[in-house]
């Protein structure tokens, strides 16, 4: 097998062409193997079939390069078994108690076992909890009779994507590789050594634990900025000066912004896989479950920063007409997962509020039961609305306009810290 990978003679198959899928898949490609994309959703199937892309940030051109170079894409099981290495990059969700959610690793682990032989190498890099790769995926696998470390190689090595960044892509971000036994961490090493640098940990809890540990960092990093935002306001002080402020010290401080609420496929859900374990086991992880209660209050609180400046301006919630401005859960990217977006308008519903969204990159948005299509902001349109909020600050909008024809803008992300200074007794952060 590793003879196979140096010689870029092993075929990848890589199960999921989403947001982690997608571009391990472009690596792969990039670094001359033939790869496999596996997916059960025919539209994503067909659009790569097409050489077109689907994710906003992911363009058209390098999909038609991944297929220039060889890249197949299936929904049949059977193909999979060609594969020399196969890459799982599924969903894994949290419940609404805050549980893990492994249903698609287990349906994935599920198709695989089908088609297992000896010799292959079984990657699993959807976040979960320290020990999942070895209590769920490894007996599942070996349904098959197959054993690992004996008939085939298993290893964690979790994925570190992050949408939509210019900076850092799969192919220059260290990868994290974990396994149970020195000859299948060796065999997974090497097939990650060809498109990136690896980092070896000593087995598949550890690598779990590296994946969680960075995203508990930046969760209980976000809160401490919300927590600090609310606090500073009290004060009279901008937050957004202080951290800009700081983060011109060369060591010892890194910037975390705050915002309308955390989102996305990571930071609102990987820590509470941690703490679910950890409860699990006896322990308790207090400043993940404190800096949860922080994140969830925050879409609560824009609501109320909103109502408070709508009254003080003369206009009941009831009726109001609010513009929802961005859905996407960050800048520039078309993924709404988690976003607080969702929250923010159920909450200003609650209220009796109209509520539109307008987002060129998240064309459609499901809030509850209801499915809501991003308005048309063209010319007179915003000067229909009693109040818009800021909650996705892509780079495509227009924020001196919006200041401009909006009679109210929340501002949660500091958007509009550069527009005229004339038009500030129209803003209001939050």
């Avoid at 498109?195 to 550890?206: E, F, G, K, N």
């Avoid at 969680?212 to 990093?221: A, P, Y």
């Avoid at 969702?342 to 948005?365: N, T, W």
Wanted: aromatic share 6%.
């Amino acid at each position: 097998m590793t003879r196979k990978i140096l010689q870029r003679e092993a075929v990848i198959g890589v199960v999921g062409m989403g947001y982690v899928g997608l571009p391990l898949s472009e690596a792969f490609c990039s670094a001359g193997f033939g790869v496999i994309g596996f997916d059960l959703d025919e539209t994503r199937l067909a659009s790569l079939s097409r050489g077109s892309s689907y994710l906003s940030h992911f363009t058209n051109a390098r999909v038609a390069a991944m297929r220039g170079r060889g890249f197949a894409v299936t929904a049949s099981p059977d193909v999979l078994a060609g594969a020399d290495a196969l890459l799982i990059c599924v969903p894994t969700p949290i419940t609404s108690h805050n549980a893990p959610d492994l249903s698609h690793v287990v349906e994935a682990a599920e198709t695989l076992a089908a088609v297992l032989r000896p010799g292959q190498l079984v990657v699993l890099e959807s976040t979960t909890f320290p020990g999942a790769t070895a209590e769920v995926l490894k007996p599942i696998l070996e349904r098959s009779g197959l054993r690992a470390g004996r008939d085939f190689a298993l290893a964690y090595s979790p994925e570190r994507e992050d949408p939509g960044n210019r900076t850092f892509t799969t192919a220059s971000i260290p990868k994290i590789v974990g396994a149970d036994s020195e000859a299948e961490r060796r065999v997974a090493c090497a097939l990650y050594d060809a498109i990136t640098v690896t980092v070896p940990v000593s087995d598949t809890r550890t690598a779990e634990a590296v994946k969680l540990t960075e995203n508990v960092f930046r969760f209980v990093n976000i809160a401490l900025a919300n927590e600090l935002k609310v606090s500073f306001e009290a004060l009279g002080i901008d937050v957004w000066e202080v951290i800009h402020a700081a983060q011109t010290k060369p060591f010892g401080y890194m910037p975390f912004f705050p915002g309308p609420g955390v989102g996305g496929h990571c930071i609102p859900v990987d820590p509470f896989y941690l703490a679910w374990r950890a409860r699990a086991e006896g322990a308790s992880l207090k400043m993940v479950e404190l800096a949860g209660e922080i994140s969830r209050a925050m879409p609560r609180r824009v609501v109320d920063k909103t109502l408070e400046a709508l009254a003080a301006r003369g206009r009941s919630p009831v009726g109001a007409h609010v513009l929802v401005v961005g859905a996407a859960y960050k800048r520039n990217i078309d993924d709404t997962r988690e976003t607080p977006a969702r929250d923010i308008i159920e909450i200003l519903r609650s209220h009796g509020a109209r509520v539109s969204y307008h987002d060129p990159l998240a064309p459609e948005l499901v809030v509850g039961d209801t499915l809501m299509l991003s308005v048309d902001i063209g010319r007179d349109a915003l000067a229909g609305f009693d109040c818009a909020i800021i909650v996705t600050d892509h780079d495509a909008f227009d924020y001196a306009r919006l200041v401009r024809e909006t009679p109210l803008v929340i501002d949660t992300r500091n958007a509009t810290a550069q527009v005229d200074p004339a038009l500030a007794g129209k803003i209001v952060r939050a």
